[in-house]
C-alpha cells in the first residue's frame, strides 16, 4: 500500500522560512521522481519543486520560476523523506501542498498527470 504523509502545516509570517516532509512508504523509492505541488484558494494545482529520487536516481532537483531561489528540495534516502524548505515566504505562497510520487520513472517534464501517488494535502498559511 503506497503512503505519501506530509507534515509540516503552519503559520508563518511573510519573509520567515519553514519546512515540509514528505515520508514515502510502498513506492519503488530507489529510482523515482517526487514532487512538490501547491493549490491557493480558488487556483488550480502548480508544480513547486521535484526530485529524482533513491540511490538508483541521480538527485536533479527541478523548480519553477516562482520558487526556484527561495526553495529548496531535497531528499533522506535512507528514510524514504523529501522535504520542501520555503524561505522568504510570501502571502502569494499560502496553499495547500502536496507530495506527489511517479510510478519508478525519472522526471522528465514532471507534469502533474505524470504523478500516480499523491499525499493527503498539508497547509501552509503566510500572513502577519
Known amino acids: 500500500q503506497v503512503q505519501l504523509v506530509e507534515s509540516g502545516e503552519g503559520l508563518v509570517q511573510p519573509g520567515g522560512s519553514h519546512l515540509l516532509s514528505c515520508a514515502a512508504s510502498?513506492?519503488?523509492?530507489?529510482?523515482?521522481?517526487m514532487a512538490w505541488f501547491r493549490q491557493a484558494p480558488g487556483e488550480g494545482r502548480e508544480e513547486v519543486a521535484a526530485?529524482?529520487?533513491?540511490?538508483?536516481?541521480?538527485?536533479?532537483?527541478f523548480y519553477v520560476t516562482s520558487t526556484k531561489g527561495r526553495f529548496t528540495i531535497s531528499q533522506d534516502v535512507t528514510k524514504h523523506t523529501v522535504y520542501l524548505h520555503m524561505s522568504r515566504l510570501k502571502e502569494r505562497d499560502t496553499a495547500v501542498y502536496y507530495c506527489?510520487?511517479?510510478?519508478?520513472?525519472?522526471?522528465?517534464?514532471?507534469?502533474?498527470?505524470?504523478?500516480?501517488?499523491w499525499g493527503q494535502g498539508t497547509q501552509v498559511t503566510v500572513s502577519s
Open positions: 510502498g513506492v519503488t523509492y530507489s529510482s523515482n521522481c
Open positions: 526530485i529524482n529520487t533513491g540511490d538508483l536516481g541521480d538527485g536533479e532537483t
Open positions: 506527489a510520487a511517479r510510478d519508478g520513472r525519472s522526471c522528465g517534464e514532471w507534469l502533474e498527470s505524470d504523478f500516480v501517488f
